[in-house]
């Protein structure tokens, strides 16, 4: 199902500002929502999470059992060949699992139809939001929580698509149980369609977007950071008048040590001349 259509999203700043819509690029979306292909895409993909370890012994490989329990005949019970057949407890299992691998392949371009029919899907549904970029300069999940926040989808999956791999950023929103980030370049169509929300960085999709003037995020940072400033400005010059004004009482005692010696001379020399009078 594909239609001529054009796609726009909602676009914000990383400070959760508003900012005029943006034009989602045609060659990727485009209207094409193949059903299919995505149940084909992400059957494939949870197969592919399997390790197949589960296992179980036959009866040739459980220990024991290699005499007959009792003779064929005039017991009066069932005869019986060996205490490791499946019905004896403790026996082997019939038809039961052994480790085995459960991959899928998809081929490559059905892969790329599934995760373009994702993203239109999405864009349908108004859940792509474009974001101008996403500059972390150390891991904060409080800054992530509360652009979530501000774009109203706190309560809802949110996938965050970045330019390239963005430790901080991924870094922030690991420990939020609603929010997986994860590189453009590595998302597949399970992820899209896990997610109610798709937040794309704007340089992943080839477009950057010019910072807004005015931006409050923006204008709150270089008055924090001049007041970071001023506060270690003001605690090294507080260290330094401590340093100095130590400084200043050694040389002081320093000072008033040779005096006092020099005066306990003075008074030894004067009390020995009194003695040789």
Known sequence: MAENTTFQAAAYTAQGAERESVTL??????GTVNMPVMHQ?????????????????????????????????G??????????????????????????????YV???????????AFNARARENAIFIIDG?????PKTKLLADLIARLGVADQKVLILTEGSKPNVFLSGRNLPLVHVMPYADVSTYHILWSDVVLIESSALGSQLEPVEGDEGDED?????????????????????AATRGVGTAKKKAAKRPAAKKAAKKSASKSTKKKGK
Not at 134 to 138: L, P, Y
């Open 25 to 30: 690029p045609a060659t990727l979306f485009d």
């Open 41 to 73: 895409a992400v059957k494939a993909y949870l197969a592919n999470q399997r390790q197949g370890n589960a296992s179980t012994k036959i009866r040739k490989y459980v220990s024991g059992g290699n005499q007959k329990p009792w003779k064929q005949k």
């Open 75 to 104: 017991t009066g019970r069932a005869r019986q060949g060996s205490i490791r057949a499946p019905q004896w407890v403790g026996g082997g299992t019939v038809f039961g699992p052994i480790p085995r691998s459960y991959a899928q």
């Open 107 to 117: 081929p490559r371009q059905v892969r790329q139809l599934a995760r373009k029919s």
């Open 221 to 241: 940072r270089p008055k924090r950071s001049a007041a970071k400033t001023a506060r270690k400005a003001a605690s090294k010059a507080g260290a330094k008048k």
């Open 134 to 138: 996403f500059t972390f300069d150390a």
